[in-house]
C-alpha cells in the first residue's frame, strides 16, 4: 500500500495534521544535524579522560558541550514527533505493533537523556575544578566527573541504542508487511535498525558502525518526512 492509498482512517484525519507536520520537521531536523555531529566527532575528537576535559570545558564550553553530544540531544528530542505519529499510523494496521514500537522508542530516548547530563554537568564541574583550592575537593570533582563519563558510555546508554533499534525494526517491519509507505522505507528502515544494533560505545567498530548506519538513517528518515508530508496535506 502506497502512501496515497492510505485509506481515509482517524489516522490520516485533520486531528492529526499537526503531529504529522511536526513529525516531518522533526525528522528533517536530525538529517540536517546528525553530519554536523558527525564532524565534530571527527574534527575534534573528545577527550579521553576528566582532566581533558575539564580543560576542554575551561577554554571551549560549547566544544565541550558538542563532544559531549548536544546537537545528538537536540536530535533524540526532534524524534519525539516521529515516534507518536508512526504511532498512529502504524495502528491502524497492527495495535501491537505500533504499541510496542512507541514503547520502546520512548524508552530509549528517556534512557539516553538519562545518560547525558554529563553534557551540561561536566562544564560545572569543571568551573568548580578550576577554583578549587582544597586537594580534597579537586579529587571529588574528578571522582564526580569519572561518575558522569561512566554513565555516559556506559551500559544504560547501551540499553538506549539497542531500544532505538527495536523501535525502529518493529515500525520499518510493520510498514514493509503491510505497505504502509510503500517498499523502500520498510527496507531501508530495516537496514537501519541492523545497523543500530551495534552499539556505538563498542570501541572502534562501534563507532565505525555507527557512522555508516548515518547514510541509511538520513535516507530512511527522508523517505518517512516525505511521505508524511503528503498525509499531512
Not at 489516522?11 to 504529522?20: E, G, K, N, Q, V
Not at 491502524?92 to 504499541?99: K, L, Q, V
Request: glycine share 6%; aromatic share 10%.
Amino acid at each position: 500500500m502506497s502512501v496515497s492509498d492510505v485509506p481515509a482512517t482517524p489516522a490520516t484525519a485533520s486531528s492529526w495534521r499537526l503531529l504529522y507536520k511536526l513529525a516531518v520537521v522533526g525528522a528533517i531536523l536530525v538529517v540536517c544535524v546528525m553530519p554536523a555531529q558527525a564532524a565534530v566527532f571527527l574534527i575534534s575528537p573528545p577527550p579521553q579522560t576528566v582532566l581533558g576535559f575539564f580543560e576542554l570545558f575551561r577554554h571551549n564550553p560549547l566544544l565541550g558541550m558538542l563532544d559531549l553530544d548536544l546537537l545528538l540531544t537536540i536530535d533524540y528530542l526532534a524524534m519525539i514527533p516521529l515516534y507518536l505519529a508512526l504511532f498512529v499510523l502504524v495502528r491502524e494496521f497492527s495495535a501491537s505493533a505500533a504499541a510496542l514500537g512507541l514503547v520502546t522508542g520512548l524508552f530509549s530516548l528517556v534512557l539516553f537523556f538519562v545518560t547525558r547530563d554529563a553534557t551540561f554537568s561536566m562544564w560545572q564541574l569543571s568551573t568548580q575544578y578550576a577554583t578549587a583550592t582544597d586537594p580534597a575537593q579537586a579529587a571529588a570533582l574528578l571522582a564526580a566527573g569519572q561518575m558522569l563519563l561512566t554513565s555516559y558510555n556506559g551500559g544504560t546508554f547501551t540499553l538506549s541504542y539497542l531500544l532505538g533499534a527495536a523501535s525502529t525494526l518493529i515500525y520499518s517491519a510493520t510498514m514493509l508487511k503491510h505497505r504502509i509507505f510503500g517498499r523502500a522505507v520498510g527496507v531501508v528502515g530495516i537496514i537501519t535498525g541492523v545497523t543500530m544494533l551495534v552499539p556505538a560505545n563498542l570501541g572502534p567498530i562501534g563507532l565505525t558502525v555507527a557512522m555508516l548506519s548515518l547514510i541509511p538513517t538520513a535516507v530512511w528518515l527522508v523517505l518517512i518526512a516525505r511521505a508524511m508530508r503528503r498525509i499531512s496535506r
